[in-house]
Nanobody, 125 residues
Framework: QVQLQESGGGLVQPGGSLRLSCAAS????????MGWYHQAPGKERELVAT???????HITDSKKGRFTISGGNVGNTVYLQMNSLKAEDTAVYYC???????????????????WGQGTQVTVSP
């Protein structure tokens, strides 16, 4: 089991910045990837950014140049730095972690996914 605790959301004006944090606890040694998703009202949850435990990052196209993901490295805290925020960035932001565990030499890997409770980001004048 992995538990994820997000923090850092809030209200910010257009053009402003926020930094979200996600602290992982529990079986963090099994984490292979962490990331952020967001869900706006009436829309599906969408990928924002991911970082692997080897430090490889991915930012969705609509956030490139404005958002940066950092941290990770097997089980500590992941950050999402959000700059030049726009009204369309308003959403609930969820932290995500994927784990991989092979219980025996001849066993198939077990991959699981965990979510935080979400933190609201509102961009408004």
């Amino acid at each position: 089991q992995v538990q994820l605790q997000e923090s850092g959301g809030g209200l910010v004006q257009p053009g402003g910045s926020l930094r979200l944090s996600c602290a992982a606890s529990g079986r963090t040694s099994r984490i292979i990837d962490m990331g952020w998703y967001h869900q706006a009202p009436g829309k599906e949850r969408e990928l924002v950014a991911t970082i692997s435990n080897s430090g490889v990052t991915h930012i969705t196209d609509s956030k490139k140049g404005r958002f940066t993901i950092s941290g990770g490295n097997v089980g500590n805290t992941v950050y999402l730095q959000m700059n030049s925020l726009k009204a369309e960035d308003t959403a609930v932001y969820y932290c995500n972690a994927k784990t991989r565990f092979v219980p025996c030499i001849e066993c198939n890997p077990i991959v699981r996914e965990y979510w935080g409770q979400g933190t609201q980001v509102t961009v408004s004048p």
